[in-house]
Structure formats: C-alpha cells, structure tokens
C-alpha cells in the first residue's frame, strides 16, 4: 500500500468483508480502506462484487459477515448517523419524475431534516454547479441522459457530504457529458471530499482515482494507484501485432517476453520499447505494428481476463 | 437492522407526496366530487324505485339514505388501498424512489409508515370533499358528522396497511388484479354497503363481521345518521387491530422485499 495521507481514522475502513446472497458468494473476504480526501476506484467486471460493497457501505445491504466502519462507526449501529453524512449516487437513475428539477433536491435535503432556508439556499449553489439552473422547474423526463446523470450528483452532495459514493456515475452518458462530469468530480476532489466511485471505465478510473482496487468474483485481485499498476502489471509499453506469423510468435516464446496470445493478435508487455520496441519493429513487422503505452484497461484485461461475464 | 427504527422522519416522505398530489389537486378532487353523484344517480334514482325502503336497525330508510355513508367508507377504502398498492408499487419499482430515499437517513420503517399514512391522508381528503356533497343531499347530521374526517385516517390506516402487504408480496403489478377481485370487490358487495347485513343468514353475518370494511360502513352510519346495528366500539377496536397487525405484516413484507 502506499503512503496513507494520514488524519486520524481512516474514512472507510473493511474488514473481511461477506455478502452471500443463499449459496452465490458476491463478497468474499474483501478488506480495504480508504483514507480521508482520497479519491478511490472500485474496479471490476459485471457480477464482480461492487455494488454489493456500495450498498454495504451505506447500511442498504446487511453485511453477512465482516465488518464495515464509515467515519469510525460500524454501520449496523451508526448507519443513520453515517448516512447523514455521507452521498449517495446510485448506478440508476433514482430521480423523482413526480417531481420538478428543483422540487428533486429541495425534497430530498427534507429527508436529512435540513431547514427550509438552508435547503434553498444549497439548493440553488448546486444548479449553479452543475449548470442545471435553467432546467430548474423542467420535470425530471423532460431531462437528457446527461442532465439526468448531473442532477443525481447534485441530489448527492445536498447535504454537503464529507464521503460521496459515485457507483458508475458516467454509464451511458456520451462523450461531452461524461467530461463535464468528471470535470465535476476532479472539482470536487480538489475540495478534499472523500470519494468512492466504481466504474467500467478504466480511462475515468485512471484520470480521477488516487488509488483503486481491481476485483473479481468477489475478491480482490490487486490494488494500488493507477500508475503503480499500469506498471507493475502493464508495462510501461505496448506492442500489438496484427496476424503475428510464427517467427515472430517463437521468438516471444523463446525469450520468455511477458505476452497474451488473442485469435489474429499478439499483445507483447514491456518496459523496454526503445530495445526490444526496435527489434520488433525491423525483424518482424513492419507495418502491421501498434506501439503505445501500457493503460489500466490493460491491466484490467490481464487480471481479470477477456471471456465474457454472465 | 432487524431493530424497528421508526421517528418522525417518516414525515417528511409523507411530504412528498403532498407535494406531488397538490400539483394536480384538481383531478384529485374531481374523483371523490363526482363519484357519489353517479352512486347517487345510479342507486339512489335508477334503483331505489325498484327497492322501496330498506329497514335498517329497526328504522325504515329511503334506500338512497341507506347507501350514502356506505359512499363514504368505500371510497376510503378504495382510495387508501389504491395508493398503497398501485401508486407505491410504481414509486417502489418502476421509480426506483425508495431506493434513493434508503440512501439517506430513513429508515424503511419510516419510507412505508409515511406511504400507509398517506394513503390514510387521501382517504380523509376524500371521505371530507363526499361528506360535503352528500351533506347537500341533507343526509349528514351534524356535528357529529364531521367525525368522519378523522374516522377516515382510521379506516385510511387499515387499508393502505392492507394495500402495502400486498405490495410487498406482489410479483408484479398485474397481479394486483388478484386481490382486487379476491378481497376488495367481495367487501365492496358484500360489507352492508348495498344491503343490511342483519338480512343475511347467520353464516353471511359472521362473516360480514369480519370485513373490515363492514365495521367502517356501520360507523360512517352511526356518525352521519346516528344509527347502526352493530357496536361502535367493537368496530373501532376491530379496525385498530386489523391496521396494526397489517401495518406489522407490510413492514416484514416490505424488508424481504427490499433489503437484499
């Protein structure tokens, strides 16, 4: 683990962590922590045990076994105390459609008992936020995917949370809305809020987490910070070859050079693309060659495997 | 969590949907303004003629005089039930809002005790706007008439607690068919609303006893026209219990439901 920013407890901490739902296992002796301001990643293909952890962490889901604090508190105890404190930004949309834009979070800041005057007052900073203010009497419907995406991360931070936990806050979203977002949440980080996101973007997780773990089937793989892992398990080098020939494939065999053999593509892992890059490049291909860097999506795919899930 | 956590958070909730139902308050009052008035028309002019006078509780009434308060307790009834299960199902299900509210300090104690007392909040609504249509009719006496308002919450409280089992035992929302047709229509025909309950035989009044709506319509009697046949008390007491008992059923309902 690297060097915790430490300020006393840390704001999650878990430990041995259980979910069983009957004999299926979606949890399985998960321990982490994260540490106050840390911006953390929860990574991991479909059915791999992190929304289960998500809604552990704020007491929806009761924990089979293990513990789980938030704050210092456990949350089978303190779960409403831990609640008022912290956001919550849920993989669907959970917006009111009964309700306006506005309406959503004045309502909303009522459930965490905050008084009128202060409802509105947060209410309004927030639409400024995340450029929602003219939409304000718009009905939740009548929002795109984007604005939609936006309001739910504003009902999040209504009660002015020390911890917000983001579960895919950017699926489905195009483009340009998923840059504001993260725009968003980068502001966000540079406040000191704590956060915790899971995501299937690996781009995002690299961009905006401090730290992050890689899960699967309930347990975890690997964690560290984005660039520790690219390291450790990419290579800081990429060279992919299209319809590699059999000389090519023998010499990567023989020298024993870290590699993944998929139908018509070679994917060769090295620290060292200046020497082995060039030996490559002039023996074996020169064109059908694709040298770049090592991206967490490669590190994803090599510890969590490219078959598909469910 | 197996703990019952229940405070006053469940008001705020319970706020919600009154802000949802004065956006369209209108429509909502529509209903309960107009509805008598058909029962009134249908059974009171058009049926009424081939009925004659009805004895009830030892006293001959005109049959339109003898259905108006059954008017009142269905409609409670019906508005209550409906809310908490069709309307919370899709708040429930499709809207995905209790799950945002479980993410905040609520408890789902809290989020169901405010969906059953609103429920039992429309049905005062209505049983008050009817109240005040059949009172054009002369056939509320008062003050004691306006007893039905806060009788309503009551019956409110029995049947959106009712209405809220069934939805967190329902699989899906068709299936809300079952029962409408297995427990509120045979009530709705067969609780002393269209007829005396002392007319059946021994067997239809046991069994009327245990409707609970049955007990709302003798006491919307005893408070608009200062008769029943039954006693007051025991119907109180009967739909206090059956509201607490599905009250407990829904929440348990509800958590299995819900809470994965």
């Not at chain 1, 002015?160 to 340009?176: A, K, N, R, Y």
């Not at chain 2, 509210?101 to 005790?113: A, F, G, K, Q």
């Given at each position: 683990?690297?060097?915790l920013m430490?300020?006393g407890?840390?704001?999650?901490?878990?430990?041995d962590?259980d979910k069983r739902?009957?004999?299926?296992t979606?949890?399985?002796?998960v321990?982490f922590q994260?540490?106050?301001?840390?911006?953390?990643?929860?990574?991991g293909?479909?059915?791999?045990g992190?929304?289960?952890?998500i809604r552990?962490m704020?007491?929806f889901s009761p924990?089979s076994?293990g513990?789980?604090k938030?704050f210092g508190?456990?949350?089978?105890?303190?779960?409403?105390?831990?609640?008022?404190?912290?956001g919550?930004?849920?993989?669907?949309?959970?917006l009111?459609?009964?309700l306006?834009?506005?309406?959503?979070?004045?309502?909303f800041?009522?459930?965490?008992?905050?008084p009128?005057k202060?409802?509105?007052?947060r209410?309004s900073?927030?639409?400024?936020?995340?450029?929602?203010?003219?939409?304000r009497?718009a009905?939740?419907s009548?929002?795109s995917?984007?604005?939609?995406?936006?309001?739910?991360?504003?009902?999040s931070?209504i009660?002015?949370?020390?911890?917000?936990?983001?579960?895919?806050?950017?699926?489905?979203l195009?483009p340009?809305?998923?840059?504001?977002v993260?725009?968003k949440?980068?502001?966000?980080r540079?406040?000191?809020?704590?956060?915790?996101?899971?995501?299937?973007?690996?781009?995002?997780a690299?961009n905006?987490?401090?730290?992050?773990?890689?899960?699967?089937?309930?347990r975890?793989?690997?964690?560290?910070?984005?660039?520790?892992l690219?390291?450790?398990y990419?290579?800081?080098?990429?060279?992919?070859?299209?319809?590699?020939?059999?000389?090519?494939m023998?010499?990567i065999?023989?020298?024993h050079?870290r590699?993944?053999?998929?139908?018509?593509?070679?994917?060769?892992?090295?620290?060292?693309p200046?020497?082995?890059?060039?030996?490559?490049?002039?023996?074996?291909?020169?064109e059908?060659c694709?040298?770049?860097s090592g991206?967490l999506?490669?590190?994803?795919l090599?510890l969590?495997g490219?078959?598909?899930r469910? | 969590?197996k703990n019952?956590n229940?405070?006053?958070?469940?008001l705020?909730?319970w706020?919600r949907?009154?802000i949802?139902?004065?956006?369209?308050?209108?429509v909502?009052f529509?209903?309960p303004?107009l509805?008598?008035l058909?029962?009134?028309?249908?059974?009171?002019?058009g049926?009424?003629?081939?009925?004659?006078?009805?004895?009830?509780?030892?006293?001959?009434?005109?049959?339109?005089?003898?259905?108006?308060?059954a008017?009142?307790?269905?409609?409670?009834?019906f508005?209550?039930?409906?809310?908490?299960?069709?309307?919370s199902f899709?708040?429930m299900?499709y809207?995905?809002?209790?799950?945002?509210?479980?993410?905040t300090?609520?408890?789902?104690?809290?989020?169901?005790t405010?969906?059953?007392?609103?429920?039992?909040?429309?049905?005062?609504?209505?049983?008050a706007?009817?109240?005040?249509?059949?009172?054009?009719?002369?056939?509320v006496?008062?003050?004691?008439?306006?007893?039905?308002v806060?009788?309503?919450?009551?019956?409110g409280l029995?049947f959106?607690s009712v209405?809220?089992?069934?939805?967190?035992?329902t699989?899906?929302?068709?299936m809300f068919?079952?029962p409408?047709?297995?427990?509120?229509t045979?009530l709705?025909?067969?609780s002393?609303?269209?007829f005396?309950?002392?007319g059946?035989?021994?067997w239809?009044?046991?069994?009327?006893?245990?409707?609970?709506?049955?007990?709302?319509?003798?006491?919307?009697?005893?408070?608009?026209?200062?008769?029943?046949?039954?006693?007051p008390f025991?119907?109180?007491?009967?739909l206090?219990i059956f509201?607490?008992?599905?009250?407990?059923l829904?929440?348990r309902?509800m958590r299995?439901?819900?809470?994965?």
């Amino acid at each position: 683990m690297p060097a915790l920013m430490d300020k006393g407890y840390p704001i999650i901490e878990a430990m041995d962590l259980d979910k069983r739902f009957g004999s299926f296992t979606a949890v399985d002796k998960v321990s982490f922590q994260v540490e106050k301001g840390e911006f953390f990643g929860l990574l991991g293909p479909n059915g791999a045990g992190k929304t289960s952890i998500i809604r552990m962490m704020y007491g929806f889901s009761p924990l089979s076994s293990g513990s789980m604090k938030v704050f210092g508190l456990d949350i089978r105890t303190g779960w409403r105390e831990i609640r008022s404190r912290i956001g919550v930004c849920q993989q669907e949309n959970t917006l009111d459609p009964d309700l306006s834009v506005e309406q959503n979070l004045l309502v909303f800041a009522g459930y965490y008992r905050m008084p009128r005057k202060k409802a509105v007052q947060r209410t309004s900073e927030l639409l400024d936020f995340f450029a929602l203010n003219h939409k304000r009497n718009a009905q939740v419907s009548q929002l795109s995917g984007g604005m939609a995406r936006r309001l739910m991360l504003a009902r999040s931070l209504i009660n002015d949370p020390s911890l917000v936990i983001l579960d895919e806050p950017t699926t489905g979203l195009d483009p340009q809305s998923r840059h504001q977002v993260w725009d968003k949440l980068r502001d966000l980080r540079s406040r000191g809020l704590t956060l915790v996101l899971t995501t299937h973007y690996m781009e995002e997780a690299a961009n905006l987490c401090h730290r992050l773990i890689i899960m699967d089937k309930g347990r975890i793989l690997v964690q560290g910070s984005p660039e520790e892992l690219i390291q450790k398990y990419a290579g800081t080098s990429i060279i992919e070859v299209e319809n590699p020939g059999p000389d090519i494939m023998s010499f990567i065999r023989e020298k024993h050079i870290r590699h993944e053999e998929l139908i018509n593509r070679l994917i060769i892992y090295t620290d060292d693309p200046e020497g082995l890059g060039r030996v490559i490049r002039e023996r074996f291909c020169p064109e059908k060659c694709i040298f770049r860097s090592g991206t967490l999506e490669d590190v994803f795919l090599r510890l969590t495997g490219r078959e598909l899930r469910e | 969590m197996k703990n019952f956590n229940l405070s006053l958070l469940f008001l705020p909730v319970w706020k919600r949907n009154l802000i949802v139902y004065r956006r369209i308050w209108k429509v909502n009052f529509l209903v309960p303004l107009l509805e008598p008035l058909f029962y009134l028309a249908a059974f009171g002019v058009g049926l009424s003629g081939l009925i004659g006078d009805v004895v009830y509780s030892g006293h001959e009434l005109s049959y339109i005089r003898f259905i108006a308060p059954a008017l009142l307790a269905t409609a409670i009834m019906f508005n209550a039930f409906f809310e908490t299960t069709y309307a919370s199902f899709v708040r429930m299900y499709y809207q995905k809002t209790f799950d945002a509210m479980l993410s905040t300090p609520l408890s789902l104690e809290e989020v169901i005790t405010a969906e059953i007392v609103w429920g039992a909040t429309k049905s005062m609504l209505a049983s008050a706007i009817i109240l005040m249509v059949i009172s054009v009719f002369g056939f509320v006496s008062y003050p004691w008439g306006l007893m039905v308002v806060p009788m309503a919450f009551v019956g409110g409280l029995a049947f959106g607690s009712v209405g809220m089992y069934f939805t967190g035992i329902t699989p899906s929302i068709d299936m809300f068919n079952l029962p409408i047709f297995l427990f509120v229509t045979p009530l709705f025909l067969f609780s002393g609303t269209f007829f005396p309950v002392s007319g059946l035989p021994v067997w239809g009044q046991y069994l009327a006893n245990v409707s609970p709506l049955y007990h709302l319509v003798e006491l919307t009697r005893l408070l608009t026209m200062g008769r029943m046949e039954s006693s007051p008390f025991l119907s109180i007491v009967y739909l206090l219990i059956f509201a607490l008992v599905f009250y407990f059923l829904s929440i348990r309902a509800m958590r299995r439901r819900l809470i994965k």
